[in-house]
């Protein structure tokens, strides 16, 4: 794999990521995510190949907003929306993201990591048993955005939250 780069996200990279991994009906995902990074809540990790955006993920340092998973783990740092291109899956993209997040979080200090998988997402439960994530707790992942044409929607999954000790 020619994986060139896994950054954070900058200001100049939010219209190479709507062009390359679109979030359709939800066009504040990105933006949104960039603008945690800034409000110093999250780091917004970007995976670049010959220059275009292949994958993205998120570090929540505040950790999962959902309460099941607070009131089990606290402020645990969560990596969140991880996404690599469709074309590109099974070729390491999403391993080096979740990599990545893994080392940001030694370095600020972190013994834990977390991330929550659906329950209706087994590829990805594959690759973070295969990481070394456990499952703690089950949870409703519950989440908004606003289309294009204005209106907000409510979306919800069912997921579980795996933690993996990072020492």
Not at 50 to 64: I, L, S
Not at 73 to 80: A, K, Q, R, V, Y
Not at 122 to 131: D, N, S
Not at 140 to 151: E, L, V
């Amino acid at each position: 794999m020619d994986l060139t780069e896994i950054r954070p996200c900058r200001a100049e990279d939010l219209t190479p990521l709507d062009r390359h991994l679109p979030a359709p009906g939800a066009p504040d995902r990105h933006p949104g995510r960039f603008a945690r990074q800034e409000a110093g809540l999250g780091t917004y990790l970007i995976a670049w190949r010959d220059g275009e955006p292949v994958g993205h993920g998120q570090v929540r340092w505040d950790g999962c907003a959902a309460p099941e998973v607070r009131a089990v783990l606290g402020d645990c740092p969560e990596f969140n929306g991880l996404d690599v291109r469709a074309e590109l899956r099974g070729q390491g993209i999403g391993t080096e993201l979740v990599r990545a997040a893994e080392e940001l979080a030694r370095k600020r200090g972190a013994g834990l990591l977390g991330l929550g998988v659906a329950h209706d997402n087994p590829r990805a439960a594959a690759l973070y048993a295969r990481l070394g994530y456990e499952p703690v707790t089950a949870y409703i992942d519950r989440w908004s955005y606003t289309d294009p044409q204005g209106r907000t929607h409510h979306e919800a999954d069912s997921c579980t939250f795996l933690v993996r000790r990072l020492d």
